[in-house]
């Protein structure tokens, strides 16, 4: 039922109850401090351009005569009127929706899980098929497509704690919806599920 691509595949197994065990959080921690690292080294690549681009316009504004009538004497300097902002990195904020993405497409992936088991018990005609966009672990989101059937899909945007599902069908019906908890998505998807079986 589930073509995967692989991507996080040691957040997708475990119990049932959504508890993380040692090596998955180990795991979880090693990814953040992996993506904390990439996130200040692209600081640093972009800070160091715009100080590259600031020197070049204070050589250039020395080109420029800024004083009155031509003197030395009652003229304002452009860097004595310009202010330097201060930006951070934002890593914090970074890395917490890095984890709550990566813990919630988890839950996603069992969800996923159960809903093939019980399409199979109940609804042995109607195929479901699972494709996720391969995207890497430090993507700030993920993407993956719920087929029902042969007319009825379901696009999924995994991003920090929360998820748009997009459902559409052959015959034009359209709806979009948030949620955000995975159990919100399993009672939505079920519903699906039934919905297109009931035509089968």
Known sequence: MDHDNGQNDSFSGGNSSGSETREQLHLLCKHLLLHAQFV????????????????????????IDYSVNGGGGGGMKRSSMTKKMVETPNILQSCVALGAKILFERKVRKVLQKLALRQKEKFPLTKLCVEWLPLSCFDSYSQLALSIGHEHTIDVSISQGGMVVTSFSDDGEFQMVNFESSEEFEMFAMMEIERVAKNV
């Open 40 to 63: 200040f080294h692209d600081y640093n690549m972009i800070s160091i351009e715009k100080e590259k681009e600031a020197r070049k316009a204070r050589v250039e504004s020395k080109l």
